[in-house]
């Protein structure tokens, strides 16, 4: 290969523009080995390798370009993809930080350094590099589109959605903008306006793997879901590796009560990845679906890491079951009500090896979890980062998260106690409450509620008060209203056009007075309920409840069967088809007539 250095140089950039890249690697090593310090060349070098996936080469390279001119800003940002497309990202992080010091002012290094920063979840960091990046150039499209994708994972979504239009004001035919866009949509329950973004992205850019994702997630959050299994398997086939495609069919063959199809989606993610927590995650609930409780509660662990369950930085060794007598352990509750009182039934079993027990809790459960369990130490704490309160325990040696306990007492169905109760509710507060029912005429009392919490399945598990109306209208029956929230609309409602009186109490309110609400449940005879908090204070205070739940319920009802492992006086009365509760209201009624 005759001719200068410039010359060879010259051919191998041509060659490279060309997309001929072996040609192009021939005349780069040939002009290094007469010119080792050219940096130019070794910088296209380690480049070409970035381009062609040999990562390792490409880190290598760039590496000895930086060494020789520590202020190449091309070769650093190079070198933090390298790192990124191997999975390093705190490496790729600490390189873009390190070209900072260089090139303060570099839009790029900032709009690289906040996504880097994004892909981590530190969104307070990926936020300031982004916003740093658009005011040194405020119209920098990569950068309002990363931004705004940060203010959605943050729920700014009023912030996010006008980057969006901003960035389509810029670049119109960005399928990048419009994917992001569609996500955004989705995160904003507007379901059609995330479909109609996805397929957008996709006129522009028709093999795109995030998008038609994307459309899967808008069309599965309408039911449609034989179009979303098409698209999540289009996405998979496209890339293979695509985690979020997989744990999104997985999402839907549990969502349509293919269980096992499920399963061997989420193995196969699990394969693809063995380090991502949120497949492991994921997996969890379809285990606990078919009562597979030890496998179970392996993956469930994973929402310690992943953010699905409140961890908390408290600094102690973690409990791995030891049975010492005389060391303090800490039982820290995470999630919510509910699961705090579905948990504590864990507690009889904890207490048979460990004499000294701190349990902290949400601060409304502390008066109900204090008489229920007078051999522990109850704290009733707001759950957040503030852990001053520990300063009057130093006793403490070791701790565990409340949930964590199943992974050692609730193994299999036989290892779940058949007690009546396990919670004690304040015995004047209940008396009360049987005085203000013995007053309403000595009829079968029965606590109702029908609409479920805030999560995804709000509306699967939830229904209007006027579809209870077989139930309602069942003779020698009186109903009491145990529903958080506002609804004197539909209770009023009920009564002018129906002339059926719910019971109801100014002073009853289960979101500000958990303990009282407790000893009103227990005064009850009964409680029918879709499934939430109150079905838990019912099963664990022995109240016979009768539990409504969907087709496809929350883990903790299970697959199949008409009693809950975790309460011994809860009845299950499961929908058999999607959306449709007539039969389910007409079973009810039928035998609560037969009360």
Known sequence: MPGT??????????????GNLVEAEQRYLTLLKTSQENTQALFLLGSLYGQSGRLPDAIQVLKRVISKDPKHLDAHNNLALAFEFSGNIPQAIETCEHALRFSPDSAVLHNNLGDLYQKCSNHQKAEQHLSKALQLKPDYEAAMINLAIVYCHNETFDKS???????????????????????????????????????????????????????????LRQDKHEEAEHCFSQAIKLKPDYLEAYNNLGFLYHNTTRFHDALNIYDKAVNIDPNNHDNYWYRSFTHFQLGNFKQAWADYEHGLKNGGRDSRAFPFPLWKHETDQDKTLLVYAEQGIGDQIMFASCLADLLQTRKKVILECERRLQPLFTRSFPKVRVIGTKQNSDLTWLNSFPEIEHQIALGSLGK????????????????????????????RYAMLGGKLTIGISWQGGINIDHNKRSMTLESWLPILKTPDCQFVNLQYGQHETELDMLRSKHNIIIHDWPDSDSLIELDDFAAQISALDLVISVGNTNVHLAGALGVPAWCIIPLVPSWRWMADGTHSPWYSSVRLYRQK????????????HENLSQM
Request: aromatic content about 12%; glycine content about 0%; charged content about 25%.
């Open 577 to 588: 088809q999607a959306d449709e509760w007539a039969t389910v209201i007409n079973e009810i």
């Open 161 to 219: 959605e006008a980057l969006f239009k901003q960035a389509l004001n810029i670049n119109p035919n960005n399928a990048k903008t419009y994917c992001n866009y569609s996500a955004l949509s989705q995160s904003r329950k507007n379901y059609v306006q995330a479909e109609s973004f996805a397929r957008k992205a996709l006129e522009l850019q028709p093999n795109y793997p995030q998008a038609i994702s994307n459309l899967g997630n808008a069309l």
């Open 5 to 18: 250095s410039n010359d060879i140089l010259q051919q191998a950039l041509k060659f490279h523009q060309e």
């Open 408 to 435: 050692f007492y609730r193994n299999d169905m036989k290892d779940f106690p058949k007690v009546k109760s396990y919670l004690v509710a304040d015995k004047d507060k209940q008396q009360k409450w049987q005085d």
